[in-house]
């Protein structure tokens, strides 16, 4: 009986407090959150989506999720999901209507869906070939916070969009979006979990960690 309370009390316990930028919430979190749950059923896992690249001690938060680009040198970064590859997509009817860029400094020529990243404002198209690499700030008559409005704005023919390989790979098979320069499209580090390396880890954190890493 002593040693199967003693079990208990080992398992994880207590609450994780997560920031994840929304557009992580579909590739990182909701596929390992049932997972979670059944496996630590005595941690409390409280998530605040927000865009947003906030200081995650200030706000008291434990850990959170970003690209790694963002996260500052003096935190420690689990990878939690493959490299992405960013898409420049439109609808059949936009390119019958505008033609299509044959290079990114073209696009200050065509109407975009522009996305805002939060208080960090409108986020700069980045493009990388070979070794060339920029960004360019583009402009249209729609800016969004949400990935699905982007989606559903390419499909509607308002602009080209800036997305990720896999938002648009359904509507790419269908035929419904069409993808241009490609080869100014090349895959960048994904999302990781980060937290302070002077904080000791929490049983709790671990578990997470242990549970999204890839």
Not at 51 to 72: N, Q
Request: glycine share 8%; proline share 7%.
């Amino acid at each position: 009986a002593l040693e199967s309370v003693s079990a208990l009390r080992s398992k994880p316990a207590g609450r994780v407090r997560l920031l994840v930028p929304r557009f992580a919430v579909a590739t990182v979190i909701e596929p390992k959150l049932g997972e979670f749950a059944r496996k630590y059923p005595e941690v409390v896992l409280d998530i605040t989506t927000n865009d947003s690249r906030m200081d995650i001690v200030a706000a008291g938060y434990d850990a959170g999720i970003h690209f790694g680009e963002y996260i500052e040198k003096d935190m420690i970064a689990v990878r939690v999901s493959p490299d992405h590859r960013p898409v420049i997509v439109g609808s059949p009817d936009y390119f019958r209507l505008h033609g299509k860029p044959k290079s990114p400094r073209d696009l200050l020529r065509y109407p975009c869906i522009n996305f805002r990243h939060g208080d960090t404002g409108l986020y700069r198209w980045e493009f990388e070939n070979g070794k060339k690499s920029l960004s360019v700030g583009v402009s249209g008559s729609l800016i969004v916070d949400d990935v699905n409005l982007v989606i559903r704005a390419a499909l509607e023919g308002l602009g080209l969009a800036y997305m990720s390989e896999g938002a648009a790979a359904p509507h790419l098979a269908s035929g419904t979006l069409v993808r241009v320069l490609e080869s100014w499209c090349q895959p960048f580090p994904g999302f990781f979990l980060y937290y302070p390396s002077r904080r000791q880890q929490p049983p709790a954190l671990s578990a997470l960690i242990d549970t999204l890493r890839i």
